[in-house]
């Protein structure tokens, strides 16, 4: 009796570029606020919220809108990176991704724990990069041909 083994490989369809995106931010969102609720366990931190500040800046209604716009921006690109039509869901995606490059940055302003911040901005700064890339890369399609002769000026996106 002989054993016949089938030797199959993983599928490796493409990912479309709007789920490649959706992931990124995801990824982004975790690290953002991860890295955030870590940061609870440095010493000193909790007891400067208890007395109300937040590195330089004092808490307040102000400063908690602000930090719930900067974390709402990115937890809604995944659902825009998957729902936004091809050409605006580029361009969105490689506007805000460039704009969070220098607010990612700026969290490693006053860190006490470098290597820990330091880590995280770079994982983050490396999720930025891959959405930029995946947006301005984004495959175009050639314009259909109508019956008449004209083209519609949008093929598969």
């Known amino acids: 009796m002989s054993t016949r083994q089938t030797i199959t490989t993983p599928d490796d369809r493409p990912i479309p ?11 982004f969102m975790f690290l953002y606020v991860y890295v955030d609720i870590l940061n609870f366990f440095t010493p000193g931190v909790v007891e400067d919220i208890l007395d109300g500040k ?14 719930l716009t900067l974390v709402s921006v990115p937890s809604l690109m995944v659902v825009l990176s998957m729902a936004l039509p091809a050409r605006a869901n580029r361009i969105t995606n490689l506007v805000v991704a460039a704009l969070y490059v220098p607010v990612t940055a700026f969290n490693l302003a006053g860190a006490s724990w470098l290597y820990f911040y330091g880590l995280g901005v ?15 890369t984004w495959p175009r399609t050639a314009p259909v041909p109508l019956a008449n002769g004209a083209t519609t000026g949008r093929g598969r996106q």
């Open 17 to 27: 570029v709007r789920a490649k995106l959706a992931a990124a931010w995801t990824s």
């Open 54 to 67: 937040v590195f330089e800046f004092d808490l307040s209604q102000t400063f908690s809108t602000a930090a």
């Open 122 to 136: 770079v994982l983050e700064l490396i999720l930025l990069g891959f959405i930029m890339r995946c947006a301005w």
